[in-house]
């Protein structure tokens, strides 16, 4: 059945395994029982060593987006009251998976292992599912947010708007991770000797001269460090220790950035945010309706990344799980993520495993649903499910490509396509960051570039989130940008316009 469905590649990611991919798909299938949709979306994850792929039946998702925005519009709340549901929904997944200490874990039998881990599945696959509305809503080709913003702002010829009024008021963890390390900065500013040496010498000599010779800006990085090790983690790590975050201060460092003027900035920002949406509704006379509109985008903008944030928080906490899990049954941490729930639950309670199958998943593995079935493909099955389904990637001889404007501003600079934390050693300060989507795994590039452009996404995508809170230039949802430039070609971002073109 799965290669003779119709799938389309909906997404790409890296650094990633079954688990916790397997848990999207299971979540999607039960939007009826979650009572969302009397649809379920048939979704298929494809593990291809470090590479992820999401798949999607195109006329299955249409069908789901379409019947999502009908209820949107009959029932206005329901969004805002999903989004609430959402949020509790991760808090709760955040205070269970803090529970999940290693010397609590210890004192578990195999079988009380396995409850804690069926729990948590179960716990984290509703969220999944209650959190399918946004990128129903708001992906790919089926952008009914990002197109009612368009038509309501270019209806009252303020496009120049977008930004300003889709912009959340509410803080991610990584926006809240960011002051924090200004702060850091503002400490590291006050000592001249201190600053030349970030200046001068690298990221891992650095962490030998502050561990030894400043004990407060140590203690703080370390502070820092142990409170947001996880806001990069996405799926499965590693986590960010102090090294990182020294490293990140460098940057700052070099940049010449004043940590005073920034945070000063944002705290003007944060306080007179509300006053200037409320001006420019006011004074384009919007209806009751196209302010409901704009309220949803704000609502949508934040609460993707932060209902993805509860999930990174979580995965980072339930590592000691899958590490306890891991040592029981003789097997690598690596190796425990490629198992499905029922598999786990066989492993701990009678133990015994196929290595060799573990093995050929490791290199290549397909998990979907479609509806109340779930397939697995693994070895020589798999492969052909990616052969049949790949996307072919020509080369398109233009000069000049639109998308949405995510983050106002004009630059120019050099391409560097960046797809995957392996290719980020290639960015250099002030070139143009190009993308098929970005995620929290490229914020080190993203931290060097002038501007953001990706083939994905609208005004909910991780590039678009980023880039406000960086104030970079962002153009998203060309679809064509990797496939129109090439590292090293000279652009110009015109974000004003939503235009990239060569130069």
């Known amino acids: 059945m799965a290669k003779q469905a119709a799938w389309s590649i909906i997404a790409k990611e890296y650094v990633a395994s079954l688990f916790p991919a397997f848990m999207l798909p299971d979540g999607w299938a039960r939007l009826s029982k979650l009572g969302i949709l009397q649809h379920p979306v048939s979704i298929a994850v494809a593990i291809h060593g470090e590479d992820l792929t999401w798949f999607c039946q195109p006329k299955n998702w249409e069908i789901a987006h379409r019947r999502l925005v009908a209820k949107i519009q009959l029932y206005p709340r329901f969004l ?54 946004i990128p129903l809503l708001d992906f790919q080709t ?33 926006k809240r991770a960011e002051i924090a390390l200004l702060h850091i900065l503002a400490t590291i500013r006050r000592q001249s000797r201190l600053v030349q040496q970030f200046k001068t010498l690298p990221p891992d000599r650095l962490v030998t001269i502050i561990s030894g010779n400043y004990p407060t800006v140590w203690r703080k990085i370390r ?11 996405v799926y499965q790590g590693p986590a960010a220790g102090p090294a990182y975050f020294v490293s990140a201060l460098k940057d700052l460092v070099d940049q010449g950035i004043s940590p005073e003027a920034q945070l000063r ?32 985008a704000r609502a949508s903008v934040f609460f993707k990344p932060y209902r993805r944030e509860l999930q ?39 133990g015994g495993v196929d290595r060799s199958e573990i093995r050929n998943r490791l290199r290549c593995v397909v998990y979907g649903r479609q509806g109340k079935r779930q397939w697995l493909l693994v070895g020589k099955p798999a492969a ?45 300060r002030g070139d143009i960051l190009v993308s098929r989507a970005t995620s929290p795994n490229l914020m080190p590039a993203i931290r060097q570039a ?15 989130i980023v880039s406000r809170e960086l104030l970079i230039p962002c153009v998203v949802g060309t679809k064509i940008a990797t496939s129109v430039f090439r590292d090293g070609d000279r652009v110009e971002v015109d974000a004003e316009r939503g235009v990239v073109r060569k130069v």
């Open 265 to 296: 900035q944002y705290e003007q920002e944060r306080k007179t945010l509300a006053l200037r949406q409320h001006a420019v509704v006011k004074k384009l006379q919007l209806d009751r309706n196209e302010r409901a509109i704009l309220e949803l």
């Open 312 to 350: 990174t928080w979580s995965y980072y906490l339930l590592e000691p799980l899958l590490a306890e899990m891991a040592r029981r049954a003789g097997l690598t941490i690596p190796e425990i993520r490629m198992l499905l729930p029922s598999e786990v639950e066989i492993l701990l309670r009678y």
């Open 142 to 174: 089926t952008t009914f947010i990002t197109d009612e913003i368009n038509r309501i702002l270019q209806g009252h010829n303020a496009a120049a708007h977008t930004t300003l009024l889709t912009t959340p008021r509410r803080a991610t963890y990584n």
């Open 223 to 233: 502070s820092h460090a142990q409170t947001f090790a996880w806001v990069n983690y």
């Open 80 to 133: 805002a009251q999903n989004f609430r549901t959402c949020e509790e929904r991760g808090k709760k997944l955040i205070a269970y998976a803090k529970t999940l200490s290693p010397s609590f874990l210890r004192t578990l039998t195999a079988a009380q292992l396995n409850r804690c881990y069926q729990r948590y599945v179960v716990m984290n696959t509703t969220l999944y599912g209650l959190s399918a509305v």
């Open 450 to 464: 002038s501007a953001i452009v990706t083939d994905e996404g609208g005004l909910t995508c991780h590039a678009a």
């Open 384 to 428: 052909d499910f990616l052969q049949a389904n790949a996307e072919k990637n020509a080369v398109v001889e233009v000069n000049e490509i639109h998308g949405t404007t995510a983050c106002t501003g004009k630059v120019r600079g050099t391409v560097k396509l960046i797809s995957a934390p392996s290719e980020m050693g290639k960015m250099k």
